[in-house]
């Protein structure tokens, strides 16, 4: 059973930092391009940042200089440290694991992130 266990959300104030972790068991962690995806009310879900098997990154504009993205294959945990916090990143974020594109891939029951202005 594939299982994608998000902590680290909560309430904090513009210009704070707060540290997501994702803890993924049931699936090959290392075959897998790991991401992190919010979704703000009224809006749709969107890519934020991701990491590849081989350890390359990407960030969504909005994001990029603020965010950052990190595996541990060890502990089959993805990280998202994000820094300078805006009240426009408040959201639900959610982790994914994909093999093959977003559209497959398995997600978290995801973390609240509120950013207070």
């Known amino acids: 059973q594939v299982q994608l266990v998000e902590s680290g959300g909560g309430l904090v104030q513009a210009g704070g930092s707060l540290r997501l972790s994702c803890a993924a068991s049931?699936?090959?962690?290392?075959?897998?391009?790991m991401g992190w995806h919010r979704q703000a009310p009224g809006k749709q879900r969107e890519l934020v940042a991701a990491?590849?098997?081989?350890?390359?990154?990407y960030y969504a504009p909005s994001v990029k200089g603020r965010f950052t993205i990190s595996r541990d294959n060890d502990k089959n945990t993805v990280y998202l440290q994000m820094d300078s916090l805006k009240p426009d990143d408040t959201g639900v974020y959610y982790c994914?694991?994909?093999?093959?594109?977003?559209?497959?891939?398995?997600w978290g029951q995801g973390t609240q992130v509120t950013v207070s202005s």
């Open positions: 994914a694991a994909a093999r093959a594109g977003w559209t497959t891939a398995y």
């Open positions: 049931g699936i090959i962690f290392t075959d897998n391009t």
């Open positions: 990491v590849s098997t081989g350890g390359g990154t």
